[in-house]
Nanobody, 123 residues
Framework: QVQLVESGGGLVQAGDSLRLSCTASGRTFSTNTMGWFRQAPGKEREFAAAISSSGRTTYYTDSVKGRFTISRDNVKNTVYLQMNSLKPEDTAVYYC????????????????WGQGTQVTVSS
């Protein structure tokens, strides 16, 4: 069992930055690929970014490439999402998740989820 707690969301203006954090407890954190997903009002949850267990490989959806950076600290059991140049379309609830098996960008492959943190970007 893995428990995930996100933090760092908030209300910002377009062009600003935010850093989300997700701290894990429970079973070994360092063996899981970790992902960030987001869900805007009235839309399906979508993949944003993921990072391999070692941290050496990262994955991004096209809309955030060059603006978002995912990283992890396996000593602190924490994964981060640095979000720069935020846009109003980035407004969503952001979820941290621990991957089981399956496609990295498919939410069905993730076994554990946090409660989410709200990010709102005003224009």
């Amino acid at each position: 069992q893995v428990q995930l707690v996100e933090s760092g969301g908030g209300l910002v203006q377009a062009g600003d930055s935010l850093r989300l954090s997700c701290t894990a407890s429970g079973r070994t954190f360092s063996t899981n690929t970790m992902g960030w997903f987001r869900q805007a009002p009235g839309k399906e949850r979508e993949f944003a970014a993921a990072i391999s267990s070692s941290g050496r490989t990262t994955y991004y959806t096209d809309s955030v490439k060059g603006r978002f950076t995912i990283s992890r600290d396996n000593v602190k059991n924490t994964v981060y999402l640095q979000m720069n140049s935020l846009k109003p379309e980035d407004t969503a609830v952001y979820y941290c998740a621990a991957k089981g098996s399956g496609s990295t960008s498919d939410s069905r492959g993730y076994d554990y989820w946090g409660q989410g943190t709200q990010v709102t970007v005003s224009s």
